[in-house]
Every structure is written in C-alpha cells, then in structure tokens.
C-alpha cells in the first residue's frame, strides 16, 4: 500500500486526469508499502528531521517501541479494536497504515479501548509481546477494566490472542490504564482507579504478565490543586528507569482541560508496594505551553533512540485550549535529557511548527511535514449538498451532514487491485478501507489478502445521473454501484430499471475536506 495521494488543493471537482493520476502515483510508487513506511519522499523535509504530530487524528494515550529496527505505535480507538502502525523510522509513523491486530467481539469486554501498551516479557513459552489496554462494555463507561493479549511470537504486528482481565482478587472494581513495573525481578501492575472523588493511582504484585497475585495498595492520590483541575485524577502511570533511581511519571487532573499535565513519584527504595516508598514531586513535570500551542499534554509513554543512546517521550496534545479527551488529540514526540540530581528534564511541549531532530540513527524524512497540507477527500452526494459518503461505526452510509465530519473525510490511495483504481481509508478509522462484502457497503481493516484487495477497489465511472461527477464501480463487480435501496446504502446494479433517486444516490462528486 502506499501513503494517501495529495490531493491538489483547490481542484474542488476532482477526477483525476490521467497525467496527473500518473504523476501522483510516480510519487507514490517510493512510499510505504503494507503497513510499513520507509518515511522516504522525495519532496518534504531534511534527512533526520520531523515535526509533531505523528497521526492527524486518534493519537490519544499512546504507546511507541523501538524492537528489532522498527518503530511500533498504537494509540486509543474508542472502538472494539486495537491497531498498530510500524515504520523503520519515526517520522514514517505518520504514513504508515495503522494494522488491525485485535478486534473484540465479546460484549463483557469490547468498546472504548484505551491506552495500549506492551512489552516483550517472558512467559511460558519464552519471551511474548504482552498488550495491555481498557476495555469495558457499550454504551458506557463504568464498567472499564484492564486486559491483556499475548503474541504468538515476538512479532509486535502479532498475531495476538485474548489473554486475561487483570483485576485484584480482593477487590474487583473499575480500573484503567494499566502498566507494568518489571522491579528486582518482580512484576508490578500499576493502574487507576477511584476512591470516593479521587481516581487515584495503585500497585499490584503479579505472579506472571497476566495475574495480579495480589491485594492492589494505593501509591497516590491528587493531592496539589494542580492535580485537581476539572476533576482529581491520577491515571497514566509509566514507570521510567535511569541508572539506579527509578520514577512513576503519571498524568494529573482531568483529561478533558488544558491543564492535563504530567506529574512524577520517585521510589526511595522501600516496599514498592507501600504509599511511603513513593514521593510525590510538588510541582508538575511536564505541562501545558500556550504559546507553543500545545494543550493538555499527557498519558505518556518512554522509548529510547534506535543506538539506545537517547530518550524519549511519546504523549498525546490538544493543539487547542478547547480540545477534549477524544479523538482529535494527536500523538508527539520529544526527547529529554535528566537534571543534575538525576530526574528527568522533559522541557516544554515543543511547537507543531517546530522541526525536531530525529532520534539518534534514524535518517528518515518526514513523508508529512504538515497534516494539515494534506487535505482529505470528501465523497459530496448529488441528492443534497450536504449529503456524504460516510460510516457509521464500520458500515457505509450516505449522510446528510454527518457528524463527525471525520467520518466522511477520506484518503485516496492507488487501488489495491488495480493502480488505475482507487482505495478510499478512513481517516477516523484509520486501519479500515471502503468494501463491499457482497451488496453491503463497510469499512474493514486491510488483512492483506488478494480478497481484499479486490474487495477495497473502486472505478470511478462517469456518474449515473450526471456524466460530469462520478460513481464508485466496484473493481471485482463491474455493473454495480453504490446507491441507496430500500433506504439502506448498498451496491445496486446497474440496469435501465434504476429509478431517478438511485441514479442520483449513486452519484458523486469529490470535494477536498
Ligand atoms: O483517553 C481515554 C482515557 O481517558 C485514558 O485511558 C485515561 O487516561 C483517560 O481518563
């Protein structure tokens, strides 16, 4: 697969001659192929060099390793699935297709998936990626608890399988975020949960990746007025090593306002399971910067460059004071360095203006200097000018002024089956592409396979009802269209009977976003 086509601006009704079909699909003949991105074009950006964020939308919470000469990132989806981008270099992250490595059909266990993370641990078989993330039931939040997969192999893409709800035996109740501290050969879950008014932060033993052994003991509490703005919480705990001292950096206050910010305990030595061996920092450690235009920046995680010579931090940030704890926060990197007694110097949010050097190593150019230069395509109905070719949760649909506008705005790829052809992906679905599975129009996350593939081609074809918009021909079904029938969109064929209205549902216009 390669990177999105960039659509050129400004063409609002666009077909694509061919020239300039050619010429876009010359430049995207040197970009990502499945799911993997070299993060090499040839017209943004120096060698090394990259500017946040790494995804344009759906960054929140994120995880980022570096294993074996890639880089992985997963993030939250809110939905009942977990993805995973790969890249051999950071800023490659950014067009690189997000792979569907888990999806989640159990209702005790689906929905509103957070904050991935995952390690290479030993488990019975030998050494095992072990993912961990939230989950809970639909259409609420209460019910949120801590999973984990574990890999086949030691591939991070996987193939994973369900492994287990952590929960403490003692006390089985609401919990989130949950992180593993690997301690003199003990492992530790460290997690978020309330107590009264207070989502507050507690420790676990655990007697293998999947168990918690063990009472869970409180560690922290929001306790600082700067822990307690717009709600009191601590959630996001990472543990994070440097020489001998050992730190929990964890994310305060509520996740919804700017001031979302990181704070820190460092361990004195004494039982990690006591609320005693932890001390708490008094200020924050990592904050918001107005006038980097970087708000509520948290729920961090910690990597080191390619050589293992640098570190950083990955978190996720509003780019407005209005951002909320949803989608539209976006993943950023930076690297740090550690003060003179030893604690980490996380700075200041840097700038999405800002050109950043790349890790250590990693010669990669930045494929997406500015997601915002890359406009998204919109599929405009010729029944209503605010009707759109949308998705609601994965099923295709021709809406009327969808909300979010993210569900009908889309990336236009080379078809997978055919170059001369489209593929349309989701940006607020990252992993998943336009199909037809029989005469039902979906979005599905590409599997890679020659069905697929077929599956996720579209002609586009002079429009039925007027020659100078288009209609989408399935690749593998030539003689069929989308259209609505019956009030529901799907696949029509195309025959002399098709009334007025079906002609109109099944023609298109594309408009940039
Ligand atoms: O972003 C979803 C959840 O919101 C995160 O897991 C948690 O840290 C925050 O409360």
């Known amino acids: 697969m390669c990177a999105p086509l960039f659509i050129i601006k ?48 759906g960054g929140a919470d994120p995880w980022l390793t570096y294993y074996d000469g890639y880089y992985y990132l997963s993030a939250t989806t809110w939905r009942s699935e977990l993805l995973m981008s790969k890249s051999e270099t950071l800023a490659g992250l950014k067009t690189a297709i997000p792979q569907q490595i888990y999806a989640e059909s159990d209702p005790s266990r689906c929905c509103n998936m957070w904050a991935p993370e995952f390690y290479l641990l030993d488990g019975p078989n030998g050494p095992r990626w072990y993912f961990y993330y939230s989950a809970g039931t639909s259409g609420t939040l209460d019910n949120q608890h801590t999973h984990v997969l574990e890999s086949e192999g030691t591939d991070p893409m996987g193939p994973y399988h369900y492994k287990a709800r952590l929960y403490d035996p003692t006390n089985d109740v609401w919990a989130i975020d949950g992180s593993v501290l690997q301690l003199d050969d003990q492992l530790y879950f460290l997690f978020s949960s309330w107590v009264g008014p207070n989502q507050s932060m507690f420790i676990a033993e655990m007697s293998d990746p999947w168990t918690i052994s063990g009472a869970r003991h409180l560690i922290s509490q929001p306790t600082y007025d700067w822990e307690r703005v717009g709600a009191n919480v601590n959630e996001g705990p990472v543990a994070l090593f440097h020489e ?42 990592f904050q918001q910067s107005p006038e980097n235009d970087v708000f509520g920046p948290g729920h961090n995680g910690f990597f080191m460059s390619p050589d293992g010579t640098e570190n950083w931090i990955v978190y996720h940030a509003n780019d407005s004071a209005a951002g909320g704890c949803d989608d539209g926060r976006t993943t950023r990197v930076q690297k740090f360095t550690w003060n003179e007694d030893g604690t980490p110097n996380f700075g200041e949010p840097v700038s999405t203006e800002t050109e950043i050097a790349a890790p250590s190593g990693d010669n990669g150019i930045d494929p997406v200097p500015d997601f915002a230069e890359q406009p998204k395509v919109r599929y405009q109905n010729y029944t209503h000018e605010l009707a759109f070719l949308s998705h609601n949760d994965d099923i295709g649909a021709i809406d009327i002024d969808p909300r979010p506008i993210a569900d009908s705005q889309f990336y236009i790829y080379p078809g997978f089956a055919d170059e001369n052809a489209v593929s349309i992906r989701s940006i607020n679905m990252p992993a998943h592409f336009l199909i037809h599975d029989g005469n039902v129009i979906k979005f599905a996350p590409n599997d890679g396979s020659d069905e697929f593939a077929q599956k996720a081609t579209w002609n586009t074809i002079p429009g039925l009802a007027d020659d100078e918009w288009i209609s989408l021909e399935p690749y593998d079904q030539p003689g069929w269209v989308i259209s609505r029938q019956f009030g529901v969109t799907a696949l029509v064929k195309v025959t002399d009977s098709l009334n007025e209205q079906m002609r109109e549902y099944a023609t298109f216009r594309e408009v940039s976003d």
């Open 10 to 57: 400004g063409m609002h009704f666009m077909r694509y001659s061919k020239a300039t079909f050619f010429l876009i699909l010359t430049l995207m003949m040197s970009l990502s192929v499945l799911g993997i991105s070299q993060g090499q074009s040839d017209e943004n950006g120096q060698p090394g060099m990259l500017r946040n964020p790494l995804n344009p939308y």
């Open 244 to 285: 001998d001292d050992l730190f929990i950096i964890y994310s305060a206050s509520t996740c919804s306002v700017p001031d979302y910010k990181l704070g820190m305990l460092t361990y004195n030595g004494g039982d990690p399971l006591m609320q005693s061996s932890w001390e708490k920092h008094p200020e924050p450690v």
